[in-house]
């Protein structure tokens, strides 16, 4: 597997590897703290400067590739997703760090971009995809499912988020021989999508 930077597209959304110069148009959407209810790290207000930076740490390293989204209906910024824990020895890599401005909820943004990211990890050989999420995170676990990725399991008191507490972590993943069915469902909801550019 060779996962390396690019920028990824398709007819919905536009994913752009994340550098400093966008971090000004990034912190007003980070600013609700509801998106950062169920994380292990807060990105919010005082706390976004730190969250950023180490998002673009960890993406020094090689193991986490970070990108900013911009939804192509309204050609606005809409939110932040990456490729994490990237293993090319065991082909494999995770997607998380994902959230949405308030106005991409329950749109086309979130199925467009998994058909993105997901599209570009099996390209470049990945056999495995994983995603994971708190276990009270109830409408990512749905979003998850409905995506077509498979439940695995719930770690228990897996790790501590910001606030202290150790969550159960949900986990779920995609399979090199899954992807073709995961991939048709995801273009069937997004054919039927708005805003589809010809």
Request: hydrophobic share 40%.
């Given at each position: 597997m060779n996962l390396t930077p690019a920028i990824l597209e398709n007819d919905w959304v536009r994913l752009e590897p994340m550098t400093e110069k966008h971090r000004e148009q990034l912190r007003p959407l980070a600013s609700d703290p509801d998106l950062w209810a169920w994380t292990t790290i807060r990105g919010d207000g005082e706390y976004f400067d730190a969250w950023f930076d180490l998002m673009l740490e960890t993406q020094a390293t090689g193991s986490q590739i970070s990108h900013v989204i911009f939804r192509k209906t309204t050609g606005e910024m809409v939110?932040?997703?990456?490729?994490?824990?990237?293993?090319?020895?065991?082909?494999?890599?995770?997607?998380?760090?994902t959230w949405y401005a308030a106005t991409a909820h329950g749109t086309e943004v979130n199925p467009a971009c998994k058909l993105a990211l997901l599209t570009r990890l099996?390209?470049?050989g990945a056999e495995r995809a994983e995603l994971k999420t708190h276990g009270l995170n109830k409408r990512s676990q749905a979003a998850m499912l409905k995506m077509g990725a498979r439940y695995e399991g719930t770690l228990r008191r897996q790790m501590r988020t910001w606030r202290g507490d150790l969550r159960d972590t949900v986990w779920f993943s995609v399979l090199s021989d899954e992807w073709p069915e995961v991939r048709a469902g995801l273009e069937a909801r997004l054919s039927a999508a708005p805003g589809k550019r010809s």
């Amino acid at each position: 597997m060779n996962l390396t930077p690019a920028i990824l597209e398709n007819d919905w959304v536009r994913l752009e590897p994340m550098t400093e110069k966008h971090r000004e148009q990034l912190r007003p959407l980070a600013s609700d703290p509801d998106l950062w209810a169920w994380t292990t790290i807060r990105g919010d207000g005082e706390y976004f400067d730190a969250w950023f930076d180490l998002m673009l740490e960890t993406q020094a390293t090689g193991s986490q590739i970070s990108h900013v989204i911009f939804r192509k209906t309204t050609g606005e910024m809409v939110g932040h997703s990456a490729y994490l824990v990237i293993s090319p020895r065991n082909q494999r890599a995770e997607i998380g760090w994902t959230w949405y401005a308030a106005t991409a909820h329950g749109t086309e943004v979130n199925p467009a971009c998994k058909l993105a990211l997901l599209t570009r990890l099996f390209e470049c050989g990945a056999e495995r995809a994983e995603l994971k999420t708190h276990g009270l995170n109830k409408r990512s676990q749905a979003a998850m499912l409905k995506m077509g990725a498979r439940y695995e399991g719930t770690l228990r008191r897996q790790m501590r988020t910001w606030r202290g507490d150790l969550r159960d972590t949900v986990w779920f993943s995609v399979l090199s021989d899954e992807w073709p069915e995961v991939r048709a469902g995801l273009e069937a909801r997004l054919s039927a999508a708005p805003g589809k550019r010809s």
